[in-house]
């Protein structure tokens, strides 16, 4: 019989041996008798090298061919054996209840930033986002923020590469290249993630998100902030909720003012929550300042407009009650789970 006649007999017989095999344990015997390093084909690999050269060529095909068989039988036997859900198992109780699926859900941060796009979309605001890395042109003096100033601090953040690039502290700069790319009008909301140096407490964390909007018109005045604002409030609490606008200082928007909702949790009577004030602050605002649209090049004789930004975190924590912004950070699936 010659070597190529050998071959084939081999690979019926690894075939035949395959057929009754169960299990992971009876495969990994069966491949170690055919295709371990002492197994039956490794003897043919060998013999091939002492063939006469007219037949070396005829074998080693016949070989190759019958390795490639049986690993590809090997291949099918154990994909077969992970699709038998009894595979291995003969005390296998198939009335036993499977494990459930554990769906995924959205954190509470994304959850409420998008309610807080639903609310402002249905007002006819567009999304905008942004690089979360900026130069500080973009985070501080294109917006009226200038080199070594005071106003500087409250914006602090992170520096990187010899403070040529930073990571944004506020959502603001992606307004600055909305309206360097968009002409007017313009009415955006823009969402994301921001950095600054805070040390971690019950309502400081180092990484945030914020939600800015803005919007640049011919007829646009503070009264038409105003009631957008009160219309966001009343559709994102889904109650009837009282504003309150104190005057404040922003360096990009003047006037400017810090707004206030009466508190959710007590109509405004005064509670703990509130600091029996019965206000809760939830935003700053203002009117664009000339200057950061000259900066732009929009001009702001003729063009004018608002803008608006609130922290996603404090909206979630005083929407769901949480008492600590460090608890959206811990993973706690116990926590999370609670938001649907």
């Known amino acids: 019989m010659s070597l190529i006649d050998e071959l084939t007999a081999l690979r019926a017989q690894a075939e035949a041996d395959l057929a ?88 509470p941060i994304y959850a409420t930033l998008r309610e807080i796009e639903r609310c402002f979309s249905r007002l006819g605001f567009s999304v905008a986002l942004g690089p979360e890395i900026e130069t500080p042109y973009y985070n501080f003096h294109a917006l009226n923020i200038p080199p070594n100033h005071p106003a500087q601090e409250p914006f602090d953040t992170f520096y990187l590469e010899g403070k040529e690039k930073l990571l944004r502290s506020h959502t603001s700069p992606v307004q600055v290249h909305v309206m360097e790319r968009q002409k007017p009008p313009i009415r955006v909301l823009v969402p994301g993630k921001v ?21 640049i018109d011919t007829d646009v005045t503070f009264a038409d902030l105003k009631g957008i604002l009160s219309v966001f409030a009343k559709d994102f609490f889904q109650r009837d909720v009282s504003m309150r606008f104190r005057p404040s200082y922003f360096p990009f928007t003047e006037p400017s003012a810090e707004v206030d909702c009466s508190c959710i949790f007590c109509d405004g009577k005064g509670c703990a929550v509130c600091g029996q004030s019965g206000w809760l602050e939830i935003l700053g605002c203002g009117m664009v300042h000339p200057k950061v649209l000259n900066n732009v090049g929009i001009d702001p004789e003729r063009w004018q407009g608002f803008a608006f930004g609130m922290g996603v ?28």
């Open 20 to 107: 009754p095999v169960r299990d992971a344990a009876a495969l990994e015997a069966w491949r170690s008798k055919y295709l371990g390093k002492r197994g039956a084909l490794r003897d043919y690999s060998a013999r091939i090298g002492a063939l006469p050269a007219e037949e070396k060529a005829g074998a080693g095909r016949a070989f190759s061919e019958t390795q490639k068989a049986l690993e590809a039988l090997a291949a099918a036997k154990e994909a077969s054996l992970a699709a038998s859900p009894a595979a291995g198992h003969d005390d296998y109780d198939l009335t036993v209840p499977g494990e459930p699926c554990v769906v995924g859900r959205r954190h």
């Open 195 to 215: 950095f600054r140096p805070d040390v971690a407490d019950a309502r400081h964390y180092p990484i945030f998100h914020q939600v800015e909007g803005l919007c």
């Open 313 to 340: 975190e404090r909206l979630c924590m005083l929407r769901h009650r949480i008492p600590d912004i460090r608890l959206f950070h811990q993973n706690h699936f116990r926590f999370l789970g609670q938001f649907g």
